[in-house]
């Protein structure tokens, strides 16, 4: 073989592995933010249901928990969410009355409307008012079943580990009352625990970044009565 054609063989080589170089310098970040999005989102649906769960909690024993034990045990297996109802009488209406037309309190007087006081599942509530949507494999939107309110509690990602949302709840003073506060949230080493450690610690410096931004996704604040999450 001439040394010419030998020589064009190794720059052949050579341009091919440059270029699978320079592929590999562009796709390896994007997948990575492909990567990062898809987890984010996953996320971001968990902490959104745990937050109904613990609003149907408040509302329910007048505080938030911090634990999910009691969280998913309490809501799942209790009759403790005090629904109110209202009751037509039709019976004692009189035909030429039209109480469509009547201020409520003054049809409650007479009779004409009764208010009905039960107490029912809060988790069943929730799934009957459709408060707990999943969209499923095919893009469809359902509401969640039981089981899976039940694992709610764990971080989506990694596969093959099983992290837990840490949650907290308690009290702060504002105006000179006590509000119930509550936090759900997972740092980014934990969700991010099975990519690439240096892009892992780009995206926490690039996050950092933002003045006074958890380096993670949560919903509430132990230091604030609010319940916003931060990827919204």
Do not use: H
């Given at each position: 073989?001439k040394?010419?054609?030998?020589?064009?063989?190794?720059?052949?080589?050579?341009?091919?592995v440059?270029?699978?170089?320079?592929?590999?310098?562009?796709q390896?970040?994007?997948?990575?933010?492909?990567?990062?999005?898809?987890?984010?989102?996953?996320?971001?649906?968990?902490?959104?249901?745990i937050?109904?769960?613990?609003?149907a909690?408040?509302?329910?024993?007048?505080?938030y928990?911090?634990?999910?034990?009691?969280?998913?045990?309490?809501?799942?297996?209790?009759?403790?969410?005090?629904?109110?109802?209202?009751?037509?009488?039709?019976?004692?209406?009189?035909?030429?009355?039209?109480?469509?037309?009547?201020?409520?309190?003054?049809?409650?007087?007479?009779?004409?409307?009764?208010?009905?006081?039960?107490?029912?599942?809060?988790?069943?509530?929730?799934?009957?008012?459709?408060?707990?949507?999943?969209?499923?494999?095919?893009?469809?939107?359902?509401?969640?079943?039981?089981?899976?309110?039940?694992?709610?509690?764990?971080?989506?990602?990694?596969?093959?580990?099983?992290?837990?949302?840490?949650?907290?709840?308690?009290?702060?003073?504002?105006?000179?009352?006590?509000?119930?506060?509550?936090?759900?949230?997972?740092?980014?080493?934990?969700?991010?625990?099975?990519?690439d450690?240096?892009?892992?610690r780009?995206?926490?410096?690039?996050?950092?970044?933002?003045?006074?931004?958890?380096?993670?996704?949560?919903?509430?604040?132990?230091?604030?009565?609010?319940?916003?999450?931060?990827?919204?």
């Open positions: 073989m040394a010419k054609t030998i020589l064009q063989i190794v720059l052949a080589v050579v341009i091919v440059l270029i699978y170089g320079l592929y590999n310098s562009i390896k970040p994007m997948k990575f933010d492909n990567e990062y999005t898809k987890r984010r989102d996953a996320c971001a649906q968990k902490l959104k249901t937050r109904t769960l613990e609003d909690y408040k509302q329910t024993y007048g505080v928990t911090g634990s999910f034990d009691t969280l998913l045990n309490r809501l799942a297996n209790e009759d403790s969410m005090l629904v109110v109802s209202k009751v037509i009488n039709y019976d004692v209406i009189p035909a030429d009355v039209d109480i469509n037309e009547m201020p409520e309190l003054e049809a409650a007087k007479k009779g004409y409307i009764s208010r009905v006081e039960v107490y029912v599942n809060p988790l069943q509530k929730l799934i009957d008012d459709k408060k707990l949507p999943i969209e499923d494999a095919s893009g469809r939107t359902r509401q969640m079943t039981k089981e899976e309110v039940s694992n709610v509690r764990y971080v989506p990602y990694p596969r093959d580990e099983k992290y837990e949302f840490t949650l907290s709840a308690g009290q702060i003073e504002k105006n000179g009352y006590y509000v119930p506060v509550f936090e759900c949230k997972v740092p980014l080493t934990s969700l991010l625990s099975d990519l450690e240096q892009a892992v780009n995206k926490i410096a690039e996050v950092e970044q933002v003045a006074g931004r958890y380096a993670g996704w949560k919903v509430g604040d132990m230091k604030n009565a609010v319940t916003d999450g931060n990827f919204e």
